[in-house]
C-alpha cells in the first residue's frame, strides 16, 4: 500500500500538471495572420475590405461545422496590404 505521503506528492503533480495545461489553453487568442494571396478581379487585393471565415470538414465539398449550428465569422473593414 502506498504512503500517504506518495499519494500527496502524485495528487499535487497531477494538480499541477492541470494548471500548466489550463494556463496554456487560457494563452490562445482568437487572432491569426493569413499568410496567402488575396486578389480583387486579378489584382493584389488592398485596402478595407469585409470577410466572412466559416469552417469546413474537407477540403472541397464538405459540409460546414459545428452541424448544429454552422457558424460564419463576419468582420467588417479588414485592412488588406
Do not use: E, H, W
Request: aromatic share 8%.
Amino acid at each position: 500500500m502506498p504512503s500517504i505521503s506518495r499519494l500527496l506528492s502524485r495528487f499535487g503533480l497531477a494538480i499541477s500538471l492541470l494548471l500548466a495545461i489550463a494556463a496554456t489553453a487560457a494563452a490562445q487568442t482568437n487572432t491569426f495572420t493569413y499568410q496567402g494571396k488575396l486578389q480583387d478581379n486579378g489584382s493584389p487585393a488592398s485596402g478595407a475590405y469585409d470577410m466572412q471565415f466559416k469552417i469546413f470538414d474537407t477540403l472541397s465539398g464538405g459540409a460546414q461545422q459545428p452541424l448544429a449550428c454552422p457558424d460564419t465569422v463576419s468582420i467588417s473593414a479588414v485592412q488588406v496590404t
